[in-house]
């Protein structure tokens, strides 16, 4: 027999007290990895955009345009190696609930310049082909059991109007944190109409994106490109596609705040949980620690006895904590949707639930050994139950 | 009976402090035990009896004055020396057997060898000796919940003795027994003094156990009041 075995026997004594306290430090750690996997889904945005990628925009806002013809200018600026555009869509598949992020994109470009989005050859090739054609990420297509050939009406909200595509193409993420829930068309098919429909409204592009031969030169490329268009009647501005994205998300910074200030005040609370538990098991053991200092057992001995059962408790329920936020994130990603393209927990979080069980395991344990060591042997022996 | 002198105390004195009152508890105690000696305290309640023997088991301090055993001054240990010292040298055996709940008697009785360098296998083996020497080798899977009171002490017995000590210290062994058990720990205790020539130290106010000891020495109010008794009970 070993200290460990003693301080395992002595962890499941009261058996509904470690158990209880068990389940509290998993449902606490299940709430922080979900909030944290919720924050970083909200981030994975930006962590997939690429440093090799400029945005341009119109400088009053997004909802503005740009002419069409500024692609020409923008492709001359030196260290610009790609240039492609697009316009957010805003289409609603049959219900609004149904959400999920369409884009008229110049599909040639497109490609070359995301190059994380795979596509099978043929595909493409089909895509390219057909005029009406669209392309949609893998899990896109598996929401709504979506086929290649398959006919599909957007209703347009930007642009009025129920639209027809064919889906040509499927794409899969190179990367792990590419999402995968795009829907994206040929953008020369909604200019075309809106020449015809609207055409004033024709040649404008929504978004510029750019590729860029070094990240490093990023600031002063963006600055060229919008020096060339200054005091124009469309001004733009351009920055990293991560700053594009970043501030579309950034927006709800305070939401993100409150949730990672919740969590940690989950683990306070787990610390308090613990700290009672452990602290509660060895005061009543006061006589038996006495006859362990009795037998020769030293104060590291002590020690280690209770902080060791501290920490048994602690990785016990960060264990089962760990093992049930996977499902849970699992779970949570389909009831949530379309809303989080990429809901993964990450090894960071889980990282963190180690370090933070392991803090609190030791944290609640030093004033029980505090106050064990400090009871004089032939007090503590005098402590009968 | 050994003619060697294992513990003497010289000069001993002990108080305790409540408060900003002095409560003398032990007042200049001397006297020497023999190796081999089977000795019994007695006194009234409160008269200082388990001070002493907390003393002389080197879990406490006195004020002032010496106890040498074995040749060391326990007073003059440091409380990790005598942490170490204890493990060596000194069985105790308390009124209320004191054995972990949640161990088996073997595991209890292997828990001051916990701290010697011997191996599992060892272990095993002096765990199986002493528990054969108090009668429980069939107990050994046994929790304490599992026992009677007097199994229960015997298993503490057994691990007072696994280490096998320089002295033995009891403080009310049999206070918390029904006759039978008592006397059964009595013959046990004299049995381990005459065979195994363990030397004893007991505390009890009870004469019936007392009967087996060699020399008794009567304690009131921190006072030595027979200096040399032989038993005459
Ligand atoms: N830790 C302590 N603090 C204060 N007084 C104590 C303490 N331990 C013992 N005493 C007092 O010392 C006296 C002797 O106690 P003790 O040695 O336990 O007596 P006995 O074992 O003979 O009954 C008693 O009056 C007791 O109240
Ligand atoms: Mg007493």
Redesign the interface.
Known sequence: MQILKILFKNAFRHKLRTGLTILSITIALLAFGLLRTVVNAWYAGVEASSAYRLVTRNAVSIIFSLPLSYKDRIRQVEGVSEVSWGNWFGGIYIDEKNFFANFAVDAKTYFDLYREYAIPDDQKIAFFRDRKGFVAGRKLARRFGWKIGDTIVLKGTIYPGNWEFVLRGIYRGREPNADETVFMFHWDYLNESLKKTAPTRADQVGFYMIGIQDPARAISVSGNIDGLFKNSFAETITETEKAFTLGFVAMSDTIITAIELVSFVVIIIILAVVANTVGMSVRERTNEYAVFKTLGFGGWRIAGLILGESIVITMMGCAVGIAATFPAATAFAAAMGAYFPVFKVEPATIWLDIVFSLSVGILAAIIPVYRTLKVKIADGLRMIE | MDSGIIVSINGLNKSYHRGDQTIPVLNDISFDIAEGEFLALMGPSGSGK??LL?LI?G??QPDSGSIIIGGVDVTTLS??EL??????NVG?I?Q?Y?L????TAF?NV???L??TPLSRAERKAHVEMALKVVGLADRMDHYPGQLSGGQEQRVAIA?AIVTDPTILVADEPTGDLDRISAEEIMDLMDRLNQESKKTIIMVTHDPRAARKAHVIRHLDKGILTNADSQNTL
């Open positions: 388990s001070t907390n088991a879990i406490d409380e990790t942490a170490g010292w204890r493990a060596l105790f308390f209320f004191n972990i709940p949640v161990l595991e292997e828990l001051p916990i701290l691990r």
